[in-house]
């Protein structure tokens, strides 16, 4: 069956059916005033959910707390605060999550275990529990709460980053939605990224944990600022059913379309973080062709997309390819000199490894857009990736040099 | 026996018996007007010698040529050229090194397998062989031409790096000599290091191959500007045994003095590249000790000295020590939150996990200093390393954005 995809102008996190979000300003960042920095995501049912966190081996409280409630596989709410990353507190930090949790289900007659928690923001301080105790009992749900949550989770981000898509296929019909944060990791430092995602489908856990594997292997995980790691990288996703389709499992026929759409979600909205990273003014895209394996076109694409050297050629718009060559080469993906074609845009700059003339004006105009697509084939073998990251500035430096002072 | 150790006052490459060195301005920077950017190094008497390689896949021409050359484990000159890396240069970029190699190689009545060959510069631009030609004649070599080469393969340098050392053991006495270049990997981009190490002590090959490797991994290895990786850099070390000692081979009474005194030359190079990183402001010196293992130490150690975040917090003297926690924790390195000590100078942050309280303005002051230097101590094992990096400042960026245009 075909599947019509349709994404929702003005959509979110609370466009798919049943899912409410509230937020408040509750002086965590107590620098700004009147800034949102509290949240509440709700489900009116159960949902199945599950999430991935971060490598780091320093996590925080909160995602230690998640990892714990999500071995049941489900969930009911989330509460996030940015501002705080309630990282590095040990024993009193665990403490401070499980109350935010008991808050906020005592509030809505849950049980804790059916609420997570997430904290964006500095790492070594405590959070500010007078604030947030008095924050939780401000919030109000609504069912267009979601470009609100979009905004509390922000902190270095300019702008709020979501997207929803409505799929129908024959009969059925159901909505991912989803919310993002991430531009480096500053401000509230080291808060590199959050991500939210609903959906009214009827999902598997087993077949939602595999697609949202796949999902942020080929989005997420593909998108570099600065190579830091953060202790909070959280992306969770929700499905509470309302869709009343037959749960989603592998072979399913929705599986499909269902991929596919959390796919795009997640793809949009990492390209938002890589288009907002702390500083750009550019959107890098990186696609590796031809690579010995998928894996290995994953590894080159980010690898360059990282490259200092690269970000910072692109924002001077300085056409210095022999950078993108070298850091391809110290991927430690297999490469072979003489086979190595690279383009900038539509321009191919070098095939099988032979350095071609160029117009070095045109090209400087075409690495001024606000998008750089970098295009290399390695002509290996089938291996394909495409990353995505930004131009290195010096307002980037200047905003990481001069945050705690 | 006792070794003496003696730093020689304005030493250099051509500080141990029997080696010499030329320069000249040949024309090869056209941007710049007279400034060296051609050498030569030269030993009387054949050596033995050995280097260690860029582990780019993407390898300049004169990389393979010296690889290719050092299987004999011997050479008597090196000509090295500033303004041009002969990188991805093809069959051309190959005929190009061994014409600079034969060329120095009649001058001196030696065999072209006796010359290698070092590059450092743009990548992807042919060499300007009419004016290296001729550059090659103008060389004169004298005694004291150690310091005219230093300058000579300078790139973004702001200073040469030079360093020699003598050590007497007994009867014996015996001289190591070294010269570095290194800043980031711009002007005469991606060549992020050159190396050339002298020393008239004799050394049978196996051993050369051995020290040079250990020195190299507690030096160059753990040194990090901004995690590029050239197409050019080599190590090289030439060892003509005028001071005439019995080889020295494992075990031998000149084996360990030996090594800690190439070891101190190689670290003392190593730090000058990481205090002339480009735009650079501060040495950071990081020391993780308790690791499990030494390889992960240097791991951890290299991974916090690299984190763009840890950089910036240290060039704003912001004591954003969070930073440093969460760049360890995702070094792949075994850490256990509860039992991490932080020092930044002599003032302990953290102990066993738990966040200290600090005097702010005292720490902005330990951060201002030029040598900012961070201890962790992971109290899991035995494993020690020490790695240096600096500041990023919003100058690396001016510089490696505006290099080509």
Redesign the interface.
């Known amino acids: 069956m075909e599947a019509e995809i349709e994404f929702i102008a003005s959509g979110g996190i609370t466009s798919p059916r049943g899912f409410r979000a509230g937020t408040t300003c509750a002086g965590i960042k107590k620098e700004v005033k009147d800034i949102l920095d509290l949240g509440i995501l709700f489900s009116e049912v159960p949902c199945v959910a599950t999430a991935l966190f ?6 925080a409280a909160p995602v230690l707390w998640c990892q714990q409630q999500l071995k049941s596989g489900r969930a009911t709410a989330i509460v996030v605060n940015s501002g705080c ?1 309630n ?4 024993e009193q930090g665990l403490a401070d999550t499980k109350e935010m949790a008991e808050l906020v289900a005592k509030g809505m007659g849950l049980s804790p275990e059916d609420v997570l928690v997430a904290s964006t923001g ?4 405590p959070l500010p529990m007078k604030v947030i105790r008095a924050g939780i009992e401000q919030v109000v749900l609504s069912p267009d709460g979601g470009h609100e949550l979009a905004r509390a989770i922000m902190t270095t981000d300019t702008i709020p980053k979501e997207r929803a898509i409505t799929v129908r296929v024959g009969e059925s019909q159901f909505t991912i939605g989803g919310v993002a944060k991430g531009s ?3 401000h509230p ?2 808060a590199t990224m959050l991500c939210f995602l609903t959906t009214d489908a009827a999902v598997d856990i087993d077949f939602l944990k595999l697609a949202l594997k796949k999902a942020v292997d080929i989005s997420f995980n593909l998108v570099s600022i ?6 909070n990288d959280i992306v969770l996703i929700m499905a509470n059913g309302l869709a009343e389709n037959k749960p989603i499992s592998p072979g399913s026929p929705l599986a499909e379309a269902f991929q596919q759409t959390l796919d795009q979600v997640c793809i949009y909205l990492a390209k938002c973080i890589a288009r907002d990273g702390e500083g750009a003014s550019r959107l890098i895209e990186i696609t590796v062709n031809g690579a010995p394996s998928v894996a290995e076109a994953r590894l080159a694409a980010r690898t360059v997309v990282s ?3 690269v970000k ?2 692109v ?9 993108i ?6 991927s430690g ?6 086979k190595v074609d690279l383009y900038i845009g539509q321009v191919c700059l ?1 095939k099988a ?3 071609l003339p160029f117009d ?1 004006q045109g090209m ?1 105009q075409v690495l001024s857009k606000s998008e750089v697509c970098v295009s290399l084939n390695l002509n290996l073998g089938n291996g394909t990736a495409t990353a995505w990251g930004c131009d ?3 307002e ?3 905003i ?6």
Chains 1, 2 share one sequence.
């Open positions: 971060t490598t780091n081996r320093i996590k990353a990282a590095c507190t040990g500095v790492i070594g301080q480096g990791m500053i430092n080291l600065d190579g830091d790691t953060s202790t490259s200092p050297l910072a050629a924002h001077g718009s300085d056409p210095n390819w022999g950078r060559i070298a850091a391809v080469g110290r993906v297999e490469v072979i000199e003489s070098v490894g032979k350095p070095r400087v290195l500035s010096e980037y430096v200047t990481n040099s001069q945050y705690t002072t």
